[in-house]
């Protein structure tokens, strides 16, 4: 039986700490970019990569860098399920709360998937498609994501996607976006104040100690959406992000 010292195990959690890397690399790096973000010799990085390769949870494109590979395109969609299926009561709990709707989303490459989505009971309300994607700098759960990333990671990211305007409102420049990080930072969540679609207003916060960076965000018209619910959504959505957190780290133990 071999231990978690094993040589065995050891490759195991080797391989996996280089697909982290890769995908906080925003899906692809350099093969000297991954050493300098790990202790392995050259050697062992590149023995690593050529068996992710042929298994196919890496590929190596034209240019050399790697990129993370087609098979774990379906891990992905299974852990999603399940990571929407653990919110979902919680997300249920936010709309029954609030009276909104409400969306769980996670990191992405350079971008957010939604996972998980339960739509206000108004007829007039927010929906959300599960597997939906969004650009980070004008969605509500995007920047709520960002920062708690580092600035160098941001910085990556938002300029290796873009910051096209979804609409008038939306964060178009860099140094607006970090301005804008710096204000999230410092009141624990994110407004998208009719960045992603016009009328709609949307609160957003992190996931604390997220596996991988996700936010939960209750959002809807602004009409409703007003001052006067900032307040009661930010509070529901701390003991939400709070609940969230607890539930993923009791499944990993």
Known sequence: ?????????QSVERAFDLLELIARAGGECTLSE???????????????LRTLVGIGHVRQLPNR???LGPRLIRLGEVANRQLGAL????????????????????????????TGQVPSPHSMRMNTE???RANLHSSGVGKAILAVLDDERITRLVLQAGMPAATQ?????????????ERIRAQGHAVDEQEQELGVRCFAMAVPGAPTPMALSISGPVSRVDEAFATQAVAALERA????????TGAAL
């Open 130 to 132: 599960v597997g939906r």
């Open 34 to 48: 991954l050493a300098e973000q790990t202790p392995l010799p050259l050697p062992t990085i590149h023995r690593l």
């Open 169 to 181: 409102h939306s964060i178009t420049t860099l140094p607006e976006l970090m301005a804008e990080i």
């Open 241 to 248: 992000t709070r609940t969230i957190s607890e539930a993923l």
């Open 65 to 67: 860098r790697y990129a």
């Open 87 to 114: 919110a979902a009561p919680v997300l249920r709990s936010l709309v029954d709360e609030l009276g909104e709707s409400a969306n769980l989303a996670v990191l992405d490459g350079d971008m957010v998937t939604y």
């Open 1 to 9: 039986m071999t231990t978690k010292t094993g040589s065995g195990v």
